[in-house]
């Protein structure tokens, strides 16, 4: 039965998709089960042929460079060649909760937030250290992840010139 929000004003329903894929159990935290999908999609993306992890940072830093990239690395054909002299239109994306959708305006907001460090300005040396607590360091290097252990250090911002050495987000290319 759904439970009342404590706010009063929302309804929370359990989404069963969200248990854990084998014991069927309850997740502890969001990020436990972020864990155990990264995992399952390691499992599962062995038997595809075309199976490559894409960092939305990687996207928003250079989408039309990662776009090319994985057009050469899976040796794809476009149907339609888009955008000014065949190249990729992306330059009136807008980010919403991950999704690029065509729109005027506000791009820069979603990508500064995410590139500039911004996000890490809703943690503090407590929740950090808590959440370092639900990661494993090398499944987070297989997706090209590196775990921070100060806000300093994860507050860097996101470049085409630190992307790997500082961020270690080329560990898988």
Known sequence: APKANPLGFLEVKELFKD??????????????M??????????V???????HHVGCRDFMLDPSGLLESLEATFGLKRKLQMGKGGGWDVDTCLWHFGVCRQAH?????KIDHSLQ???MNSFNDETLRVTNAWLDPELESNFGYRIFDSMERAREPYTLQNRCS??????GE
Request: hydrophobic fraction near 20%; glycine fraction near 12%.
């Open 19 to 32: 248990r854990h894929p084998y014991t069927g159990n309850r997740f502890p935290s969001v990020v436990a």
């Open 34 to 43: 972020r864990e155990a999908k990264l995992r399952d999609w390691l499992r």
């Open 45 to 51: 993306s062995q038997s595809f042929r075309y199976s």
């Open 105 to 109: 305006g506000r791009t820069g907001e």
């Open 117 to 119: 460090g911004k996000y």
């Open 166 to 171: 500082y961020h270690g987000t080329c560990a």
